[in-house]
């Protein structure tokens, strides 16, 4: 039996599983290892598994990715080797004891591309929720369109922008989706009221000692010690922005 079956955290929580697909493994050395994200791997809330895609080639190359059919630059990841990647972890899990454990495992597959639906706090509350995701990294010139088309549940882009990866975008959902599974904040009021938790909204300024610091003042009702006026305020402040 693994430890983690053992522990409070298992009893209270449910753990979620994340797998990350890459050809740049040493890329996640890092932000996995400190702060938020550290604690929840700690407290066993979440698993997180960085897998190498060359792991499932089949040739002595190891090739992950070919020219584009039809011309063009750069190189693009191969359909066949991102389907048996997912097809072994999807099996590795289903076998596992922990999710049989679990009565329905909530799975999704998610390919990062600059040309997928834009990443917001609503897909972030959405995919929280679920038990498994796994989190396909293109590189280069991109991927084969038939992983889009066949093998992924939601294709997400983190911006209007291009970057040279999926694996910063990657990071990008981890950390915004950890943060919020049960137990992973010490104190869940501050996922109250932030900022996106409804479409628009953004958080009041908030301050904090020295009270002046060169003539640059906190706003007196901070510190009145009138909790309703200052929720008031509070209020007006986030509708504002
Ligand atoms: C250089 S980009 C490929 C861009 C592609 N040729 C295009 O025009 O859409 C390489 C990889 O980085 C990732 N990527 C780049 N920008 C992204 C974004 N805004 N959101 C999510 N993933 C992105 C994707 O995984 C993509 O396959």
């Known amino acids: 039996m693994e430890v983690w079956l053992k522990c409070d955290y298992f009893v209270k929580y449910k753990r979620m599983k994340i797998d990350i697909l890459t050809i740049f493994p040493d890329m996640f050395k890092g932000p996995f290892d400190e702060s938020i994200l550290r604690r929840a791997q700690d407290k066993l ?9 060359r792991d499932w080639t089949e040739d002595k190359h190891k090739s992950v990715d070919g020219r584009p059919y039809g011309g063009g630059p750069g190189m693009i990841l191969r359909v066949d080797v991102v389907d048996r990647a997912i097809k072994n972890i999807k099996s590795q899990t289903s076998n596992s004891k922990q999710i049989q454990n679990l009565k329905s495992q909530k799975t999704k597959v998610i390919l990062l591309s600059a040309k997928g639906k834009k990443y917001n706090q609503q897909k972030v509350q959405e995919f929280s929720k679920l038990d498994h995701l796994i989190l396909v990294c293109g590189h280069y010139e991109g991927v084969d369109q038939r992983i889009a088309d066949y093998l992924v549940d939601k294709v997400v882009s983190v911006g209007d922008y291009v970057l040279t990866g999926g694996e910063l ?17 010490g104190d869940k009021s501050s996922l109250k009221e932030e900022s996106h938790t409804k479409p628009g909204y953004v958080e009041y300024p908030q301050y ?22 200052i929720e008031k305020w509070r209020q007006e402040k986030a509708k504002k922005k």
């Open 208 to 229: 904090t000692r020295p009270e002046e610091y060169k003539d640059w003042k906190v706003p007196e009702i901070l510190l009145s010690g009138n909790h309703a006026e």
């Open 45 to 53: 809330l979440v698993k997180i598994k960085i897998h190498n895609l």
């Open 169 to 185: 975008p990657a990071m990008v959902v981890v950390d915004s989706v950890v943060r919020l599974l049960p137990g992973v904040l």
